[in-house]
């Protein structure tokens, strides 16, 4: 049976200016900021030679990105097996918000947690 969720794939959070926040976090904190924020690369402790990454990502406060859900922050998990895991979910009473989406990237989809909060499964396509 493959694991649910296997590591933390991101943190996106919505803020006034995007662009200021992540000069700011550039300059005082050392983030290799881009166009979408940074992402920090790591090994799988038990496999070290499989690669994985974890974004930090500032959006901009209009952001329909994280509907329905109301909050200001939305959490990115890795995945082993999206597909299997939707399945899993789905006997469990949990229902995908749309269709799962593919990407060179990997394979991503979103449910909905009890506190109403937007949570994105992110199957990564990096060798991990």
Request: glycine letters at 8%; hydrophobic letters at 35%; proline letters at 5%.
């Amino acid at each position: 049976m493959p694991k649910r969720v296997t590591n933390l794939g991101g943190i996106f959070f919505k803020c006034d200016n995007p662009a200021a926040v992540r000069s700011w976090y550039a300059t005082h904190l050392g983030l290799d900021t881009n166009d979408y924020g940074a992402t920090f690369e790591w090994r799988d402790a038990a496999e070290p030679d499989k690669k994985g990454s974890t974004v930090w990502s500032p959006f901009a406060k209009e952001t329909k990105y994280f509907e329905p859900s109301g909050k200001d922050f939305m959490i990115n998990f890795r995945v082993e097996n999206l597909e299997w895991l939707l399945t899993e979910l789905k006997k469990e009473g949990i229902e995908p918000l749309g269709e799962m989406q593919v990407f060179d990237y990997g394979k991503f989809a979103h449910i909905v947690d009890p506190e109403g909060n937007k949570i994105e499964l992110w199957e990564a396509n990096d060798g991990e």
